[in-house]
């Protein structure tokens, strides 16, 4: 390992992704029938396969939730509160009488909202703010110290603290993981940008008078993609994560708007008697959040050494 | 296999290691059986319970601070640090004499002029406090053990407001501290009762402790509820706070806590089947929920708006939400009164009674020209009587049409935000929930919620004039005939006027550990006579 | 080799002084009016003016940040807006517990981890690999406070090994302090484990493949000596950079698993202070623990020249 692609501490991000040079490019790939196709995609990428396909069922249930057989999740009936699951409810009733099933199906809406609003506009603020960084040496003292002390905060304490400042709503919540979550990318798009600028192509691009846009879009901007990608779904993960954690504690979506995270966090006093009240969002949540990783280590692996072999 | 032999296994193990000579845990087993671990309601984060009268903190100052007189448990005001009392015969004029030998926990001696300095700090805040000092002459100490309260017309229920257990108790305390104003809180923890506060050892939103006041002097009589003599039986009490009532049942189960002051029904069932702990009714008094609307902002400062959620109002609703499927632990409220007391009346209070009527609701909201403004509802999540409120309110004013903001917070800003008078934009409320223990809604005596007298009523600063003179009414009574007639009245145009929601009545549970004996039924928990074997 | 060290130290000084910034913005950011809480609902307009007055809100940005800062220099947090102590005196009473909980974790999960890391690393493509690694996604799935609730269920309430809540301090006794530490250590390892063995694997096989352990394995080195004497060195840079960036990891969950384990310490302070808008003391313990994280990151970095005499920034 040379020292010139060791990782310093910000550089790693959620997922334990670290960039390029620590994951392993394996020699000889195992001999695989190469199949066109879905089924050759499936058998080449099993954890991406598996994790999209996840991901892909759990937007279904979020979109079509009014369509699958659910009922108003915010409907109270404390007459038939804390009702074990059966044919009529069934994931069960909570302590105010509403259908768990409705208010979970209902809830995946939030939390996907959340993951992928906070990996997109996380993603899109870090491109911006880690190309101007990489490419004007001026802005860059400036903005990754910025980013170092953004950073030093650990990003549920940031959350928590911005949260603090407004009321709960789906809109803050999104904000402040968001603001938590863009230094890493920003670090990130800095890195690739600056280790692109020294590449010949692209100072040969210079020296013909290219204009600076041409070759941001033509050179650096395609090969920061398969990076951004793959830590976004990392992102999105440990949003979802966050928002249930911010849930729990009171300081996330209001309890008005079902979500997996205050869903369980309503439900954990009755945890011991009536546990499917926790266990039904928590099933999901897990799920969802496995898919996303494993989507992430899937495109990892196909993106990276494509990438790696790239520059 | 239990936590026992694998602790001692791991000991055992430990200690082959070479590791150096471990500290023995602090508590052996003798000193455990003289401290009781106790579950409060709520969290203790102030403790001057002349400046909040939230109940958390009045069922600490029991521990810490003692009163003139003490209710027993038939609700009669009985001697406590008071002697002997005179009244003139005229009955303007009070005079108290002190028990000999009391000490407040620095060593120091109560004399009268610290019950003086109290009561003086105590009737800035307290509403029979407040009438007192409106017609109060003179209030002073005649010598070290006597004082006198000098009146310009007579007040018989002295003796009522002096002992009574709503909030704020007319605590004494030491001089010097009951200097602090009246509206700025006291930061000396100092007494006279049974047990010293353990100032180092407060963690606020995790423990507090205290430790037996060797030096107090109980009454001879046998305690009776806030009477007669408070012996104590234990020598440390620790309150442990615990947000989580999975984690509090779990604690109570494995034997880490004693005494649990309110467990939510839907734990209880699981508790009962535990051979070690023992469940009961906490106070056959009960308990009624409330939510109060802001009578100073839109849109509740209409009467109409008012009433269209008291139309709309379903009890069943808030009740089956507070304590499940159980029916004998709630009833339906037609009135502002605890049921099963003299004074329970329903007059003038169907509305309540009857079943949601939500095409009238939407018309009286049609008529108050409701325009859409937010309504802030600020509900405490971490108290589950309030939390269970909130939530159903806030679906019926859904419901009805109202633009509801609810507002998702702790029960301490509530009780710093419901004081607040600004306009809803600016940090104002327009509603919140709160619970009321049957003890005090007994009689308008002990009764600040039910107040009609605008800008220095309860929370909410109801204005209703027919209910104020009712409860003067109600104060001049000859006998109890009349007393009801004045509270059919009162009870008539609260409901009429929306003073606020009665949302029902109900009872809660206090749970225990079979090894603790001595703990008795009651509107809040008291330690004295309670032992552990 | 010093003049590296005292560099790479004064290079947090800046990074400290941004998070200070963004600290006290958040009381400046803050709506409602500080004064007007702290005085009450009698005071008067007058009153409430001069508690401004005397807490120095009326004063620009710069100064007020400016003095804010002084202050902190001298370990001066302010005041909790609720309980009217200090916020030091807070911090002071909560922080033995949630430090005992990460280091505990830190422990637990490193002597967990690695050895796992290794061993998916060795074992590669077999389904000793994949079930380390599933175990790992999993980790990083299931939320903390399942898990917490979970293992108090089996462990706590069903088995009765171990006690369901609590804090024991440690001069009461090693074995109750454990006692209490180790479901809550395990809740909140999860993650942290999964994170670690990941990328111990990762490391682990790029190290593996390269020429220097062919030649010790040429030269009749043994497997076990291979892993830890060659590889495992090598491999030490970036599991300890994750174990330093998997600090935050442990921060953020253990305001969860206090509040599941009823454990009296900063996470449930922090909880507590958000519900209240208690500003002071949010303020004091972002501080502390932004604190914490770059000094343990200090430590990682400097350790690098432990392991690594080519590294030289």
């Not at chain 2, 049957?438 to 919620?449: E, F, K, L, R």
């Not at chain 2, 009870?491 to 109900?506: C, H, I, S």
Request: aromatic fraction near 10%.
């Amino acid at each position: 390992m040379s020292t010139a692609t060791l990782p310093s501490p910000a550089d790693a991000l959620p997922g334990g992704y670290i960039p390029a040079a620590a994951e392993p490019m394996p020699d000889v790939l195992p001999p695989v029938k190469a199949r066109k196709g879905l089924l050759g995609f499936v058998r080449r990428n099993p954890t991406m396969a598996i994790g999209g396909f996840l991901l892909l069922t759990m937007i279904f249930i979020a979109v079509f939730a009014p369509l699958l057989w659910t009922t108003d999740p915010t409907a109270l009936a404390p007459a038939r509160r804390t009702r074990e699951p059966s044919a009529m409810y069934w994931f069960g009733t909570d302590m105010l009488g509403r259908d768990v099933y409705s208010r979970v199906l209902y809830g995946a809406r939030v939390s996907l909202l959340v993951g992928f609003s906070v990996a997109f506009l996380a993603s899109i603020i870090g491109l911006t703010i880690g190309m101007i960084s990489g490419y004007i040496r001026a802005a860059d003292t400036i903005i990754m110290r910025f980013m170092d002390g953004l950073m030093s905060i650990p990003p549920i304490l940031l959350a928590i603290a911005l949260m603090a400042l407004t009321r709960g709503s789906v809109q803050n919540v999104i904000i402040a993981i968001t603001i938590a979550e863009i230094p890493r990318v920003s670090r990130l798009v800095r890195g690739v940008v600056l280790s692109l600028r020294e590449q010949p192509y692209v100072e040969a691009a210079v020296a013909a008078g290219t204009r600076t846009p041409m070759i941001i879009l033509r050179h650096i901007l395609p090969n920061t993609l398969a990076p951004i990608t793959v830590q976004a779904t990392y992102i999105c993960a440990a949003a979802m994560i966050t928002e249930a954690i911010l849930s729990f504690i009171g300081a996330g979506t209001p309890p008005i708007i079902p979500s997996w995270g205050n869903i369980m966090a309503e439900g954990r006093a009755l945890w011991q008697v009536k546990p499917y009240i926790v266990f039904f969002p928590a099933i999901f949540l897990s799920i969802t959040v496995l898919a996303v990783n494993l989507l992430g280590d899937g495109l990892r692996d196909a993106l990276d050494p494509r990438m790696a072999r790239s520059l | 296999m239990n936590r026992r032999t694998l602790l001692q296994a791991g000991a055992g193990f430990g200690a082959s290691l070479l590791l150096p000579p471990l500290a023995a845990p602090a508590l052996s087993q003798g000193a455990a059986a003289r401290t009781l671990r106790f579950v409060p309601q709520a969290n203790l984060a102030n403790f001057d319970p002349i400046w909040g009268t939230q109940y958390v903190v009045r069922n600490a100052a029991i521990l810490v601070w003692d009163t003139l007189y003490g209710f027993d448990d038939t609700l009669t005001p009985r001697r406590q640090m008071v002697e002997s009392e005179e009244t003139s015969s005229d009955g303007l004029t009070w005079t108290f004499r002190l028990r000999p030998g009391l000490k407040w926990h620095d060593g120091t001696p109560v004399r009268a002029q610290d019950c003086v300095a109290s009561l003086a700090r105590w009737s800035s805040r307290d509403s029979m406090g407040l009438m007192l000092k409106a017609i109060q002459k003179e209030l002073v100490a005649v010598d070290d053990r006597t004082f006198r309260w000098v009146l310009s017309k007579p007040y018989p229920k002295m003796l009522m407001a002096l002992g009574k257990n709503s909030t704020p108790m007319a605590f004494m305390m030491p001089e010097r501290i009951a200097r602090t104003d009246p509206f700025q809180q006291i930061n000396e923890y100092v007494g006279s009762g049974p047990m010293r506060f353990v100032r180092n050892e407060w963690v606020p939103g995790a423990k507090a402790v205290f430790e037996r006041f060797a030096d107090y002097q109980p009454r001879q009589e046998p305690g009776n509820w806030l009477a007669g003599g408070k012996r104590m039986l234990v020598d440390r009490i620790e309150w442990t706070i615990m947000p989580d009532p999975a984690t509090a049942s779990a604690a109570l189960q494995n034997g880490e806590v004693d005494w649990w002051e309110n467990p939510i029904t839907d734990l209880v069932p699981q508790l009962r089947r535990n051979r070690n702990v023992r469940v009961d009714i906490a106070d056959p008094l009960g308990n009624i929920g409330a939510f109060r609307m802001n009578y100073l902002t839109a849109p509740f400062n209409n009467l109409k708006a008012r009433q269209a959620v008291m139309a709309a109002l379903n009890q069943e609703d808030y009740m089956r939400a507070l304590v499940g499927d159980d029916n004998n632990l709630w009833k339906k409220l037609g009135g502002f009164f605890t049921p099963g007391t003299p004074l329970y009346t329903e007059q003038g209070g169907d509305v309540l009674r009857r079943g949601p009527q939500m095409d009238l609701a939407k018309r009286l909201l049609a008529e108050s020209g409701y325009k859409g403004e937010p309504v802030p509802c600020i509900v405490a999540q971490d108290q589950p009587i309030t939390k269970a409120q909130g939530d159903v309110t806030a679906d019926l004013l859904k419901r009805i049409g109202f633009n509801v903001d609810f507002v998702a917070t702790d029960w301490g800003t509530v009780g710093q935000r419901r004081a607040m008078k600004n306009p809803v934009g600016q940090g104002g409320w327009s509603m919140f929930h709160t619970w009321h223990a049957g003890a005090d809604t007994i009689n308008p005596a002990v009764y600040i919620a039910i107040r009609g007298n605008g800008e220095r009523a309860w929370f909410g600063w109801p204005d209703v004039p027919p209910v104020e003179s009712a409860i003067a009414e109600w104060f001049d009574a000859p006998n109890l005939e009349a007393e009801k007639t004045a509270i059919g009245k009162l009870n008539a145009a609260a409901v009429e006027n929306v003073l606020y929601v009665p949302t029902g009545f109900f009872l809660t549970y206090q749970a225990w550990r079979a090894n603790v004996s001595g703990i008795v039924k009651g509107p809040f928990p008291v330690p004295w006579g309670v032992s552990k074997a | 080799m010093t003049a590296y060290i005292i560099r790479r130290v004064l290079a947090t000084i800046p990074v400290m002084a941004i998070v200070a910034f963004f600290v006290f913005s958040l009381l400046y950011l803050a709506p409602g009016d500080p004064a007007a809480v702290i005085a009450g609902d009698q005071a008067t307009p007058q009153d409430v003016e001069r508690i401004r007055e005397s807490l120095g809100l009326d004063r620009p940005f710069v100064v007020r940040f400016g003095s804010w800062l002084w202050d902190i220099i001298h370990g001066d947090l302010g005041v909790s807006i609720f309980t009217n102590l200090p916020v030091t005196t807070m911090i002071a009473q909560r922080i033995e517990p949630t430090l005992s909980l990460m280091i505990l974790t830190l422990i637990l999960a490193i002597s967990i981890a690695v050895p796992m890391g290794v061993l998916a690393a060795w074992k590669q493509g077999t389904w000793i690999d994949r079930a380390v690694m599933g175990f790992a996604v999993l980790g990083f799935s299931v939320p903390v406070f399942v898990v917490g609730y979970l293992l108090a269920y089996v462990f706590a309430l069903e088995l009765d090994w171990l006690p369901v809540q609590g804090y024991t301090a440690l001069k009461n006794g090693f074995f109750p302090w454990l006692e209490n530490l180790v479901l809550p250590a395990i809740a909140l390892g999860g993650v942290y484990i999964a994170l670690i063995a990941r990328i111990t694997r990762a490391t682990m096989l790029e190290v593996l493949s390269q020429d220097y352990i062919r030649t010790a394995r040429a030269k009749g080195a043994g497997q076990r000596s291979i892993l830890f004497v060659h590889a495992l060195k090598n491999a030490a840079v970036p599991i300890v950079t994750v174990i330093g960036i998997g600090i935050a990891l442990l921060i953020g969950g253990a305001v969860v698993t206090e509040s599941v384990f009823a454990i009296p310490g900063l996470g449930r302070l922090t909880v507590d202070a958000i519900l209240r808008r208690d500003y002071p003391v949010i303020q004091g313990v972002v501080l502390l623990f932004s604190f914490i994280y770059v000094l343990v990151n200090l430590a990682i970095d400097l350790l690098y020249t432990l392991f690594d005499p080519r590294i030289r920034y």
